[in-house]
């Protein structure tokens, strides 16, 4: 800058003696040409006359030059300015300049989109996005900068304008303003990072909780075998009808172990599915029956309307269709509270389709929740209580049996789930085909 100054006054010297340099020659050429013979005040009044001139004309000659050279650096300045300010908005970062008083200096189009704060509402005013549990780390960051250490990628929180409180990666670097100390904040949201950061966390414990399974399983798949015949042998001794039924329920009950244990050793590999017809009264009334006990323990009141399903059959794999229906009923029975109430109802919707609407009036959900609730590993329920597998399983098995779901929930109102199915007819067809 100091060069560039030194080279304009240099550049305006000599202009300005090169232009009186001519003035004069000119003079004395038109002196000598037509003034040689005139008395001493003439000539008096001819050097005074050039002397004006000369004065003028360096005169307008120096403003041109520093007006010209000022409209170049406002120009200049301009442009600087509107690339500064294009760069600025344009940064993916929010950035927020402040002063030591967390007073707001800057604040670009990236921080708006971030907090919800326009430039204007956040201009002048004391840092907005600080919460006041978070004014003692602020206070510890500022004077990390003040001791020389800038803060670079460090992970915290900050607050909406709605209130919300947003993950963010957070870098804080001096900045000094016509001799101020000011301070340049630069974050940006990582909600999405932390949450897919969540997401490996809970696939690395579920692939160690697969290893340890299928571990379990081999040791858990001889005793349900033995359990299973020693079960076949009694009910043949056994002739009192009564017994006979208790014991085949205890049967069937075993089964879905044995079938629940099998599923956990093909844990690493897909399962071939076997589909036949299969009564879907009958496998409502088996997963109804498994539940029994949970049902019990909250003093939930099941209400299973099903005669609407006699006669229907699909084309599916019996193991799959427990398991469909186990995830539906069982996040029904986990939403709602102690003594709630869960209901089944099916009917035939057209000539090759049925309706099974599972429902309850537990804590229900919204839109927000809505939108997520068939990717893997979303959960509402707390940590420990899900692992937000079961709808995405859920929709797979629909998917492979030609079959379709979507819910109607609200907060605090409950959820009802319509799940639709291809009837025999048409799921033969398929096959056939």
């Not at 001139?53 to 403003?63: D, Q």
């Not at 042998?233 to 017994?243: K, L, N, P």
């Not at 209901?343 to 389709?353: E, H, K, L, M, P």
Request: aromatic share 8%.
């Amino acid at each position: 800058m100091g060069s560039d100054r030194r080279w304009f006054w240099l550049t305006l010297a000599l202009s300005s003696a090169t232009i009186t340099g001519l003035i004069f020659a000119i003079s004395e050429l038109v002196e000598m040409r037509f003034f040689q013979h005139v008395d001493e005040v003439t000539l008096h009044y001819l050097y005074l006359s050039r002397s004006v001139i000369s004065s003028l004309v360096l005169a307008f000659w120096a403003a041109w030059f520093v007006l010209r050279e000022r409209r170049a650096n406002e120009l200049q300045l301009l442009r600087s300015n509107e690339r500064f300010r294009g760069i600025l908005e344009t940064t993916p970062g929010a950035v927020v300049l402040y002063d030591r008083d967390l007073r707001v200096r800057e604040w670009n189009a990236s921080a708006k989109r971030l907090y919800g704060y326009s430039a204007e509402e956040a201009a002048g005013q004391e840092l907005p996005t600080v919460p006041v549990e978070k004014r003692p780390e602020v206070g510890d960051l500022l004077g990390r900068i003040h001791e020389g250490c800038p803060v670079l990628d460090l992970e915290t929180q900050r607050q909406a304008k709605d209130g919300s409180m947003v993950d963010v990666q957070l870098s804080l670097l001096p900045f000094t303003e016509y001799g101020e100390r000011m301070f340049l904040e630069v974050t940006q949201g990582i909600r999405e990072r932390i949450r897919l950061r969540q997401k490996l966390l809970e696939l690395e414990k579920l692939t160690t909780m697969g290893a340890m399974a299928a571990g379990t399983a081999h040791h858990l798949n001889t005793p349900l075998a033995a359990m299973l015949l020693r079960l076949r042998m009694v009910r043949e001794r056994i002739t009192d009808a009564e017994v006979t039924s208790d014991l085949a329920q205890l049967e069937t009950s075993l089964r879905f172990c044995q079938q629940f244990v099998r599923r956990l050793l093909d844990f690493s590999r897909r399962p071939e599915i076997e589909k036949r017809p299969e009564s879907l009264r009958a496998t409502l009334e088996s997963v109804i029956s498994f539940l029994s006990p949970q049902l019990l323990e909250k003093r939930i009141r099941l209400k299973a309307e099903l005669d609407g399903l006699n006669g229907i059959k699909v084309m599916a794999d019996h193991n799959q269709m427990e398991a469909l229906f186990l995830v539906f009923l069982s996040n029904a029975v986990d939403a709602v509270v102690t003594g709630g109430e869960v209901s089944i109802a099916g009917s035939r919707v057209s000539d090759d389709r049925v309706e099974l609407q599972i429902a309850d009036n537990g804590c229900g959900m919204d839109g927000t929740n809505l939108e997520h609730v068939f990717e893997p590993f979303f959960t509402t329920k707390p940590p420990g209580k899900g692992t937000g597998l079961g709808l995405a399983i859920a929709q797979n098995i629909l998917r492979e049996h030609g079959g379709t779901v979507h819910f109607e929930s609200a907060r605090g109102r409950g959820t009802m789930a319509y799940i639709v199915l291809p009837t025999i007819a048409k799921a033969t067809a398929g096959v056939n085909a």
